[in-house]
């Protein structure tokens, strides 16, 4: 067996005796968006400190602890802050926890981001369904394969679900909730864009920039788990000029404001799932 396998199994059975059913659904939540996890019902948290071969998350806006309960009468696992390329780790430490709960038995995958605003149709608070990505960190499969989670070169063509997104559009319709769709673009960080690469995205066909989620779904992809991805745009990378300039904590607090329209949407679709 893949030593590697090793751990994913070693880390799935810790959280296995922690919880009292395997959820077929786990959440990723991002910079700021934690807020969904205080409405996961009879929740167990379970601090990633607590979890063999987890790391640390010391993003800002990420607490670091894993929760399970029920959310939409569904029992579900979320991420309250995951792992960042930026803070040291390896692709292979920042992708971990998809390998585990793939090992775990998740189908499916909602991720989500705090993100800038490239397309200039966006603005602060908007909420933008992923649609597809450009990959600008490096590729986490990259090294020997893991046969036993997924082939050498997954097909990457139709990575989010289309049904999950059927489902989100009807939602979002009924409640009146207005809802972009775009292509995430993402580096490396932690410095935020200049001007040039801003608009270099724009040009190549982004709509939405940030520094994380990639990586988390190609693996995600790898181990055929269905994915849904959303991001909250939290500034106008659009509308530069020598009065702006891009904050951390800015970031947070925008992202903050908009949790609860994203949290009212997932857990909509995971009831309807």
């Known amino acids: 067996m893949d ?8 880390s799935a059975e810790y959280i296995k005796h922690r919880i009292s059913d395997i959820p077929s659904i786990a959440i990723v939540l991002g910079s700021g968006l934690g807020k969904l996890a205080d409405k996961i019902e009879n929740p167990v948290v379970i601090p990633y400190g607590d979890i063999p071969n987890f790391k640390k998350s010391t993003a800002i806006g990420h607490k670091g602890n894993l929760i399970y309960g029920t959310l939409g009468g569904k029992k579900v696992l979320a991420m309250q802050g ?3 390329y930026y803070e040291g780790y390896t692709m292979q430490e920042v992708t971990f926890p998809m390998r585990v709960f793939a090992t775990l038995g ?3 995958v909602f991720v989500s981001n705090a993100a800038g605003g490239v397309n200039p149709d966006f603005h602060v608070g908007d909420l933008m369904i992923i649609k597809d990505h450009i990959n600008m960190l490096p590729n986490p499969l990259v090294g020997k394969n893991i046969e036993e989670m997924g082939p050498r070169f997954p097909d990457m063509t ?3 679900s ?3 997104r059927k489902i989100a559009y009807n939602i979002a319709e009924k409640q009146c909730v207005k809802l972009k769709e775009g292509v995430y673009i993402a580096g490396t960080g932690p410095s935020y864009e200049t001007p040039a690469e801003y608009h270099y995205f724009t040009v190549i066909g982004a709509d939405a920039v940030g520094m994380s989620t990639i990586p988390e779904v190609i693996v995600a992809r790898h181990c055929g788990m269905e994915i ?4 909250v745009i939290t500034n106008e990378a659009h509308s530069i000029d020598e009065n702006t300039f ?3 904590d800015d970031v947070i607090k925008a992202a903050d404001r908009a949790a609860d329209k994203m949290t009212t949407l ?4 995971i009831k309807q799932m």
Request: glycine share 6%; no cysteine; aromatic share 16%.
């Open 246 to 248: 891009n904050d951390g």
């Open 228 to 231: 849904f991805g959303m991001s």
């Open 82 to 84: 995951r792992f960042h």
């Open 3 to 10: 030593e590697r396998m090793i751990k994913f199994k070693e």
């Open 106 to 108: 998740v189908k499916t």
């Open 162 to 164: 289309t049904r999950v």
């Open 266 to 269: 997932f857990t909509e679709i």
């Open 158 to 160: 139709h990575v989010y």
